[in-house]
């Protein structure tokens, strides 16, 4: 599978965002989809996820209750509101998915065997 990722850019302290992530190949059906961020000299990290295609989504706490993440099956594309972004949320913002994944595994970048080629987000404060 293909993971193309878009809708990111510029935008203030306090702002919005929404990225999406279009797969091509195959459809989402029962992988895990997940969204990194990689901020420069930083390590690739966890951001949200939906787990097999279900109604379980999880969060890093740092975007809890900020960052909503959905999965829309008729357009097999998988969405990621920002709402109320801070500087700290700039990085370029990936999404990942693997129909293998334990869900114990699903916070793990290595766990997912398919990537997009992220997406950055500025967030000016």
């Known amino acids: 599978v293909q993971l193309q990722a878009c809708g990111g850019g510029l935008v203030q302290a306090g702002g919005s965002l929404r990225l999406s992530c279009a797969a091509y190949?195959?459809?989402?059906?029962?992988?895990?989809i997940g969204w990194f961020r990689q901020a420069p000299g930083k390590e690739r990290e966890f951001v949200a996820a939906?787990?097999?295609?279900?109604?379980?989504?999880y969060y890093a706490d740092s975007v809890k209750g900020r960052f909503t993440i959905s999965l829309n099956n008729a357009k097999n594309t998988v969405s990621l509101l920002m709402n109320s972004l801070r500087p700290e949320d700039t990085a370029v913002y990936y999404c990942?998915?693997?129909?293998?994944?334990?869900?114990?595994?699903?916070?793990?970048?290595?766990?997912?065997?398919?990537w997009g080629q992220g997406t950055l987000v500025t967030v000016s404060s």
């Open positions: 190949g195959r459809t989402f059906s029962r992988q895990t």
């Open positions: 990942a998915a693997d129909p293998s994944i334990i869900l114990s595994a699903l916070r793990t970048p290595q766990s997912y065997g398919y």
């Open positions: 939906i787990f097999r295609s279900g109604s379980n989504t």
